[in-house]
């Protein structure tokens, strides 16, 4: 593994034993995770829909004596698939600790132009999927008396945003469901929070950064790493449940 650190990165250990699952974890965001959640001691399950090249030239970068990192991919438009995809992290590195469901469907179409079918794809990638991920995952979390879930929302589940109806909603969907599960398992030890980037430096970004920078009131897009060290902060913080946390630039003040 490369001794230069991203941005912000922490050299504590407070993951050290525990097992992390990122979803969407081969680029941007979620590889910013992940190698934030690895240096912090975890052995980090790096989920991805169907490249792998990527996810496992991470999983390589990241696995070394002391913690293991490797690539699970899964069709999450499959209601089967979550469940299945936590029974394999679990045989192959142990309990899930910490569940990050960071993928997402991001397609970018006028409300005209979305049909049911459409629709309802989005919402079973974005939303039920991490139901179903969190669904499988908790009850280990809750017997082991540890558990860490982070859905990574966006600003448009607040402001709508420019995407679509689908994922503004699927995302906006998040908050409801981190209300609900956070409510229902504190005393286990679990927390469950949402973290809602806005105009992020990745390949999802929808448009222009110079454009979409005069948008912001900080003047630019965010990077990943910037993402990634509020994850971890919040991952870290065992008092800290039932909240979305926004990160966007000042665009949304809250």
Known sequence: MSTDRPFGLSTDRSFEGRVALVTGGSGGIGAAICRHLALAGASVAIGYASNAEPAEALAAELTDGARSAQAFGADLADPSAPAELIAGIERALGGVDVLVANHGRAHQAAYEDIDAEAFDRTLAINLRAPFLLAQAALPGMRERGFGRV?????????????????????KAGLHGLTHFLASRTAKDGVTVNALAPGFIQTAMLPGDPAALAESVPVGRVGEPEEVADLALAILRNAYLTNHVLSLDGGMHPR
């Open 150 to 170: 982070l859905f990574i929302s966006s600003a448009a589940a607040f402001r709508g945003g420019v995407i679509g109806p689908d994922y503004a909603a699927s």
